[in-house]
């Protein structure tokens, strides 16, 4: 066996109790980050999940993105004009069939029209804004997932109920509703349309469920007092991280301002990004605070063995040499505490998924999502080894660096 | 014509501070080699800081050590490390012998550290030094299985472990009752009677009187060499 390892191994092996608290704290850090990693990721995952298939990866609004120039503007440069009425502009995508034929040829998913406008729901004295979307059943069940969302009815209910519509459970709950009732719906030209509760839905995000619900396109366009337009296209993809892509090479296509769910939800993705930097620093904190037991022993060895450093130095030993011996320690420390982290943050892990929890925004109980990944256990094995090194590096240094002569002669 | 192994050229060690303080004070000193030398003095005369300054465990503050006519100021400290593994081999008034290893590991260590023996080979040769000191049946013991006498005698087998052409000693008997010292004074000897040199700093006159020259210092000089010639003891007085 090599000396240096043999030294090492032979400091650890005889300090049982040191050494096993030393690899304990390490296997904590270890454990509790990979465990802490898979809850973040998991729940941050299975929220984002819920997003994407509760709303259409990308929706083209019937809206420019900036305000068109006008001809004089563009004529010369000294005119500047502002606060244009679009006199006489109708709504909606021009030429949406064309417009979805177009688009299904080379987006990798697919399209579906809808008419979208707000109302207000008219319900024994409640009276409550929601987003009403016309859509085509079909075409629908390629865009979304509101048909496995469905807890009553289905969307093929829509046609069969007259001015049917589907709204979430809690929208419908807030009224006192179920379906087969019969609800008012007040549009912004003050159309009054008397719909029925054909289904209930629940995506498991509240403000989506209480503010969101579906007819067919006629209903919704009568409602918008614009018949046959259609002022949103909601386009689902295979890849959905591949939206904010094709938003981009969609809205250079159609002109129409295309928004993808990460630009939809920009606001939310940020605050992951600062909580993601959050639970790194408190993981890092861990990794290095479980690294202070192993400086302890280190620096503990390392002033047991004064003399034997000095005796290694005079024998022949180069200092590096000698240091190497109280770095391999530490490594001998943190690679079986490491390996017992794993081992610890798996349990944790699986622990965890077994337990439920209410949640009050969906209002039902579901077990806790973790996110198993071979990149925590390496990452957080890799931060801990480095924070063992280097808790080992400094006291060894120093232990090294005493000239053997000093402890020679304070010993003799 | 005889073979200089370590010679000393005007050394000096001085420690340096708010009060300067010089422990070796401008020693010229030649050792032959298989020369049995004694270094003796009262305590704070600077034997020992001489003896660190000649095994290369401290660096002089002016002068020059040679070793087999190398000389050695220039060497950077990995370069004197590997002077001191190849040529010189310690030993101390303790034994410093790293507990949790057996004897013969702890022969062994200087041979390792060196790397220049296949395993079986050092074994081999760890157990033959153990076996020449009388230790054969202790290789496998620990240090605090053993006795002062016979660590002593384990850290002079680590001392010869890499062939060293110098043994220097630091008081190798200042622990030791008198039948150790005896037994370790002995071994010195015949390892200068063999061919290596040796110098050994101690503080018992009859001890100092076996060796082939007794250098006595005092206040980091040298203040008398006695050499044993033809059976009788030679005082020269230095100036």
Not at chain 2, 85 to 107: I, M, R
Not at chain 2, 147 to 153: D, E, I, N, P, V
Request: hydrophobic share 45%.
């Amino acid at each position: 066996m090599n000396l240096i390892f043999n030294i090492a191994w032979t400091h650890v092996s005889t300090r049982v109790r040191q050494t096993l608290v030393g690899m304990a704290g390490v296997s904590m850090g270890v454990g509790f980050t990979i465990m802490m990693a898979g809850l973040m990721q998991g729940s941050q995952l299975d929220f984002l999940r819920q997003l994407v298939d509760t709303m259409p990866h990308i929706t083209v609004e019937d809206e420019r993105r900036s305000v068109p120039t006008q001809p004089a503007e563009q004529e010369y440069a000294a005119v500047q004009m502002s606060d244009i009425a679009n006199v006489g502009k109708r709504p909606g995508i021009k030429y949406p069939e064309s417009a979805m034929s177009s688009l299904r040829s080379w987006i990798p998913g697919d399209v579906a029209p809808s008419a979208k406008t707000t109302a207000i729901i008219n319900h024994g004295g409640a009276r409550i804004g929601i987003t009403l979307s016309g859509i085509d059943p079909r075409r629908e069940v390629q865009v979304s997932k509101l048909t496995s969302q469905m807890r009553e009815g289905k969307l093929d209910d829509l046609s069969r109920a007259p001015n049917g519509i589907i709204m979430g459970e809690a929208l419908a709950e807030k009224l006192g509703v179920k379906t087969g009732n019969t609800v008012l719906l007040i549009g912004g030209q003050g159309v009054q349309l008397n719909s029925t509760v054909a289904g209930l839905y629940r995506s498991g995000l509240k403000r989506v469920d209480e503010s969101q619900i579906y007819s067919l396109m006629g209903p919704a366009q009568v409602m918008m007092g614009q018949s046959g337009v259609v002022n949103q296209l909601r386009l689902r993809l295979n890849d959905p991280m591949s939206a904010q892509k094709v938003a981009a090479q969609v809205e250079a296509q159609t002109g129409y301002k295309s928004v993808s769910w990460q630009e939809a939800n920009a606001d939310l993705l940020s605050s992951f990004t600062v909580r993601d930097f959050i639970v790194l620093t408190v993981m890092g904190a861990m990794l290095l605070t479980s690294s202070f037991a192993t400086y302890n022993i280190i620096s503990t060895i390392t002033h047991e063995k004064r003399q034997d450093i000095a005796i290694m130095k005079s024998l022949g030993m180069r200092e590096y040499a000698v240091r190497r011996i109280f770095i391999i320690e530490a490594a001998i420390i943190g690679v079986v505490g490491i390996l017992f982290g794993w081992i610890l943050g798996y349990l944790l892990c699986f622990g965890w998924s077994k337990i439920t929890i209410f949640n009050p925004l969906t209002g039902s109980t579901v077990p806790l999502q973790i996110y198993y990944s071979l990149t925590h256990y390496l990452i957080a094995g890799g931060i801990s080894l480095v924070c063992c090194a280097g808790a080992a590096y400094f006291p060894a240094r120093k232990a090294t660096s005493v000239h053997p002569v000093e402890i020679i002669r304070g010993a003799s | 014509m005889t073979e200089i192994a370590l010679q000393a050229v005007e050394l000096v060690r001085r420690i340096e501070g708010a009060v300067s303080h010089t422990l070796v004070n401008g020693i010229d000193l030649a050792v032959n080699k298989g020369e049995f030398v004694a270094i003796t003095g009262p305590s704070g005369s600077g034997k020992s800081s001489l003896l660190y300054l000649l095994g290369l465990l401290d660096a002089p503050s002016e002068g020059e050590v040679m070793i087999c006519g190398q000389p050695t100021s220039k060497l950077s400290e990995s370069d004197r490390a590997d002077v001191r593994l190849t040529k010189c081999g310690f030993v101390f008034q303790f034994h410093f012998l790293l507990p949790e290893f057996t004897s013969l590991d702890n022969v062994l260590l200087p041979m390792r550290a060196a790397g220049t023996m296949a395993e079986s080979e050092m074994r081999e040769r760890g157990l033959a030094l153990l076996g020449s000191l009388g230790l054969a049946e202790h290789a496998n013991k620990r240090p605090n299985a053993l006795s002062g006498g016979q660590r002593q005698r384990v850290a002079i087998a680590r001392a010869l472990a890499n062939r060293p052409e110098i043994i220097v000693a630091d008081e190798p008997t200042g622990a030791l009752d008198t039948a150790s010292t005896e037994q370790v004074f002995s071994i010195l000897r015949d390892i200068a009677d063999q061919g290596q040199t040796v110098v050994v700093v101690t503080h018992d006159p009859a001890l100092a009187a076996r060796a082939d020259r007794r250098i006595h210092i005092v206040d980091g000089k040298i203040a008398e060499i006695t050499e044993r010639g033809g059976g009788e003891l030679v005082c020269e007085v230095a100036s």
